[in-house]
């Protein structure tokens, strides 16, 4: 049973636009979870932090996608989404949603409990 069901990843041409979203399952009780975000990983590097949102509504943004990426969450906070604007070939990887206990970032995901299975962002012309 998938704890994270992600949505969202496909092609598109640089400049464009995607939305990822993000839902946790009835597995996992929603009020132990303290962060939830989006991890990205490219071919050939290490897995990359890109936004995170804490339950206080504070966000973080990895710097490659400041300005660009919007993360936030639904009402009933067991989604999340990532709005994705002015994208460009570098931005394609697998990208992961996770949830987890603590208010701590991990550079690498060591500290997340729950990962989402993954989803393709292809950015090319």
């Known amino acids: 049973q998938l704890e994270l069901v992600e949505s969202g990843g496909g092609l598109v041409q640089p400049g464009g636009s995607l939305r990822l979203s993000c839902a946790i399952s009835?597995?996992?009780?929603?009020?132990?979870?303290?962060?939830m975000g989006w991890y990205r990983q490219a071919p050939g590097n290490k897995r990359e932090l890109i936004a995170g949102i804490r339950n206080s509504g504070n966000t973080i943004y990895g710097e490659s996608v400041k300005g660009r990426f919007t993360i936030s969450r639904g009402d009933a906070k067991n989604t999340v989404y990532l709005r994705m604007n002015s994208l460009k070939p570098e931005d394609t990887a697998v990208y992961y949603c996770?949830?987890?206990?603590?208010?701590?970032?991990?550079?690498?995901?060591?500290?997340?409990?729950?990962w989402g299975q993954g989803t393709q962002v292809t950015v090319s012309s």
């Open positions: 009835e597995s996992i009780e929603i009020e132990s979870i303290d962060i």
């Open positions: 996770f949830a987890q206990r603590g208010e701590i970032y991990s550079d690498y995901g060591s500290l997340v409990d729950y």
